[in-house]
């Protein structure tokens, strides 16, 4: 079992930054890769960042490349999105998840935390 919190959210202004964490209890994060979703009202979910379990290799939605640095502590059982230069477009609720597939097929997302609330003013 592993339980996730995620914290940092809050309200911006455009072109300010946040870091989110999110931190793990129950057992080790190091054998998971990671992501990062936001999901927006009316819109789906969507992984906007991912990092492999080594922390070696990462993955950005285009929306946020270049913008946002996924990253992972894996001393203190922590992932954290560094959020530079947002825009209103990312005000979303945020979530971390971990992947349990062992980089073995396709991603399954099976351990969230409960989000946090990122608002981003023009």
């Known amino acids: 079992q592993v339980q996730l919190v995620e914290s940092g959210g809050g309200l911006v202004q455009a072109g300010g930054s946040l870091r989110l964490a999110c931190a793990a209890s129950?057992?080790?994060?190091?054998?998971?890769?990671m992501g990062w979703f936001r999901q927006a009202p009316g819109k789906d979910r969507e992984l906007v960042a991912a990092?492999?379990?080594?922390?070696?290799?990462?993955y950005y939605e285009d929306s946020v490349k270049g913008r946002f640095t996924i990253s992972r502590d894996i001393a203190k059982n922590t992932v954290y999105l560094q959020m530079n230069r947002l825009k209103a477009e990312d005000t979303a609720v945020y979530y971390c998840a971990a992947d349990t597939s062992y980089g073995l097929g396709s991603p399954s997302y099976d351990y969230w935390g409960q989000g946090t609330q990122v608002t981003v003013s023009s």
């Open positions: 129950g057992r080790s994060l190091s054998g998971f890769d």
């Open positions: 990092i492999s379990y080594s922390g070696g290799s990462t």
